[in-house]
């Protein structure tokens, strides 16, 4: 099969596609024939060698795939042969044409959703649920501020919170993803660029301040952030990837004022039981219709460098990056 290792931590030009058998599928494992793999920035930092968890070399990156099911080992019910699915990959492998994977790690994908799309649903939706249900316990009537909407994760959220029956204000940095994240749903839109936006936000819900902020770029905003708090508050802060890049200064009188905290939100934090909570959710919401990846933009296994580039250093994300495989 043709996959994407590296044999050495380092550049885009790390990356090598590779022809390479196909795993063996083993008890309580399932073999997926991939269709589409999610590209994330967690996979450029472990391409890097800087992140915290590190696999062995040489390694097949890609957190989460969607495809059909190839073969079932022994042990696994409730799955068969041809079965549409997408797959949690905490120990990578997506980007390749096949993937093995524990059973409980695999799920169906409905025929709502493209194979792209399904593979855009576990580290966006899985942090997203993470953050706000799990950690920062969201309740219905709250208004969050999410820092950077128009990412995955950012779109992920604001289904969800739309669905819990929380208001939404979202940020963008540009005119597009602006437009994308009122179409989906958001109460209020701010540019994040533009002198002031923060508090023209706060004016648009009334003055109160946000109940939860979901941030993307800690190092910043999180001082900002602690400025347009309500009592009680609660900043999730996905580290230690995209949500926080570097350092940052902040006043903890800000704190102390609102009795508000801040929340690291790691996926690999979910319990056994947290994760099929998640899986529970998302998966009725897929069937209920809120639960609806955006695709930015489809690549082929051989632009893998382009894509590791294009996550990072492109301005005004504008949903998900996947591999058609």
Avoid at 30 to 52: H, K, M, W
């Amino acid at each position: 099969m043709k996959a994407v290792r590296i044999h050495k931590f380092g550049s885009k030009d790390a990356l090598k596609l590779e022809t390479v058998p196909i795993p063996e599928v083993g008890e309580s494992e399932v073999l997926v024939r991939v269709n589409a793999a999610g590209i994330n920035p967690v996979d450029t930092y472990i391409r890097e060698g800087s992140f915290a968890v590190l696999p062995t070399l040489p390694a097949i990156l890609g957190k989460e795939a969607a495809g059909v099911v190839e073969k079932v080992g022994d042990g696994v019910q409730g799955l068969k042969e041809g079965d549409r699915v997408f797959t949690c990959l905490p120990d990578n492998g997506g980007y390749a044409e096949y993937v093995t994977c524990k059973k409980n790690y695999v799920f169906p994908l409905s025929e709502r959703l493209s194979f792209s799309q399904g593979a855009g649903l576990y580290v966006p939706y899985f942090t997203a649920y993470r953050a706000l249900v799990i950690k920062c316990r969201i309740k219905p009537g709250e208004v969050l501020l999410i820092h950077g909407a128009s990412g995955a994760v950012g779109i992920a959220a604001l289904q969800l919170a739309k669905a819990c029956g929380v208001s939404v204000v979202g940020t963008a940095g540009t005119l597009e993803g602006m437009e994308l994240v009122k179409s989906l749903g958001a109460d209020f839109v701010f540019n994040h660029k533009e002198k002031g936006y923060l508090n023209n936000a706060v004016a648009a819900i009334g003055g109160q301040g946000f109940n939860v902020v979901l941030e993307n770029l800690a190092n910043i905003n999180l001082g900002a952030d602690l400025t347009v708090l309500n009592q009680q508050a609660r900043v999730a802060v996905r580290i230690p990837v995209v949500g926080s890049r570097g350092s940052v200064e902040v006043n903890p009188r800000s704190l102390m004022l609102t009795e508000s905290t801040i929340i690291g939100v790691k996926l690999m934090g979910n319990t056994e039981e947290e994760h099929l909570e998640a899986a529970g959710v998302i998966l009725k919401g897929i069937e209920d219709g809120w639960v609806k990846p955006i695709i930015a933009r489809e690549y082929a296994l051989e632009e893998a460098s382009q894509a590791h580039h294009d996550i990072i250093h492109n301005k005004g994300a504008r949903g998900k990056l996947v591999f058609k495989v």
